[in-house]
């Protein structure tokens, strides 16, 4: 919530809690799954003793760590229908594809849009559309660089159903990378799940993609930047 402009001639006396504000507008929180990869190099940091160049070292390898495990906040767009980026990153493909063949929906071509994530990007992943869990499942695969085209049919990937309120389901699927080891997804069948809310994670590179009803008219074109909860990839139809 925004700060109350403070009356003329009141005296200055929230200065600092003014600034404790901006800082915690400016830095975004820690995602509780980074957790322990910034204990240790804090440990390391406490650990060194009078050696500066250890500290040093610990207390820059935590700071790095916890950029990259950065939650910050995020607020969709109010308008009905609209799918928004799950992740934040570049779009990397705007085609039709067909979904993955684990989930079993059939083998026509729909909508699809690729969203590269670099090592910079934050790493959380955000529910692009209000609805119901239908299916989540967890696919073993390789580990290809995810900006390649077959990364999506190779690679290691964790899929999830969503079911709009209008019966209308999507399909989000984080796929490991060169470098991406592990995903987390916290959705499990039958959620309830609401548009812009933090869902999962996959560490250190990877890709999202996203398929919609066939039908859909996208938004967007490869080379644009996302912000994951608020890009508005399209528009479902009948909305």
């Excluded at 009905?80 to 071509?109: F, R, S, W, Y």
């Excluded at 580990?143 to 899929?159: G, I, Y």
């Excluded at 919609?212 to 909860?229: D, H, K, N, W, Y």
């Amino acid at each position: 919530m925004a700060r109350r402009p403070t009356p003329p001639g009141t005296p200055d006396t929230t200065a600092v809690g003014h600034v404790v504000d901006l800082v915690r507008s400016s830095i975004p929180p820690l995602h509780p799954a980074g957790l322990p990869f910034v204990a240790v190099p804090l440990a390391v940091a406490v650990l060194g003793g009078k050696r500066k160049w250890v500290r040093r070292t610990g207390l820059i390898g935590a700071a790095a760590i916890a950029g990259f495990f950065r939650h910050p906040h995020r607020v969709p767009p109010n308008r009905p229908g609209v799918v928004v980026a799950p992740a934040d990153g570049e779009i990397a493909l705007v085609d039709n594809a067909t979904p993955p063949a684990e989930l079993g929906l059939g083998d026509q071509p729909v909508p699809r849009v690729s969203i590269f994530l670099s090592v910079l990007d934050v790493h959380v992943q955000r529910v692009p559309v209000s609805g119901t869990v239908r299916e989540v499942l967890h696919q073993p695969g390789q580990f290809k660089s995810a900006d390649l085209a077959d990364a999506s049919s190779v690679n290691e990937r964790n899929s999830m159903v969503l079911e709009t309120p209008a019966g209308q389901r999507l399909v989000v699927v984080q796929i490991a990378g060169l470098l991406a080891r592990r995903i987390v997804c916290d959705a499990q069948k039958g959620d309830a799940l609401t548009i812009g809310d933090t869902y999962g994670l996959i560490r250190f590179g990877s890709r999202v993609d996203t398929y919609f009803p066939a039908g859909t008219e996208l938004l967007v074109q490869p080379g644009q930047r996302t912000i994951g909860g608020e890009t508005v990839l399209a528009v479902l139809a009948g909305s």
